[in-house]
Nanobody, 119 residues
């Protein structure tokens, strides 16, 4: 499956942004979908996950819980990440990822999209 993330940009602290990721080449509804991020000088960090259609459970990193919301649209083969109350610590390159099974290391990754939050 191929993944293409978009929607990154620059916002001020306290603002919001919505990332989207379009999937192609697979049966989207059968994949668990993920968002990860990587800040400068840091390792990849799990952000959020939503399990395959029919399950739909969501999971969040503690650092984003209550501020970020992951959702999927199986008709459009997209997964989104609504990010509210952004702070400079959210600055990172955000990646969407997919796997047929729940995992800490998804098999498929898209190119990242940059989010910069200024104070």
């Amino acid at each position: 499956v191929q993944l293409q993330a978009c929607g990154g940009g620059s916002v001020q602290a306290g603002g919001w942004l919505r990332l989207s990721c379009a999937a192609s080449g697979g049966t989207f509804s059968g994949y668990a979908m993920y968002w990860f991020r990587q800040a400068p000088g840091k390792e990849h960090e799990f952000v959020a996950a939503i399990l395959r259609s029919g399950d739909g459970r969501t999971y969040y990193a503690d650092s984003v819980k209550g501020r970020f919301t992951i959702s999927r649209d199986n008709a459009k083969n997209t997964v989104s990440l609504q990010m509210n109350s952004l702070n400079p610590e959210d600055t990172a390159v955000y990646y969407c990822a997919a796997d047929l099974n729940p995992t800490h290391n998804p098999q498929y990754w898209g190119h990242g999209t940059q989010l910069t939050v200024s104070s």
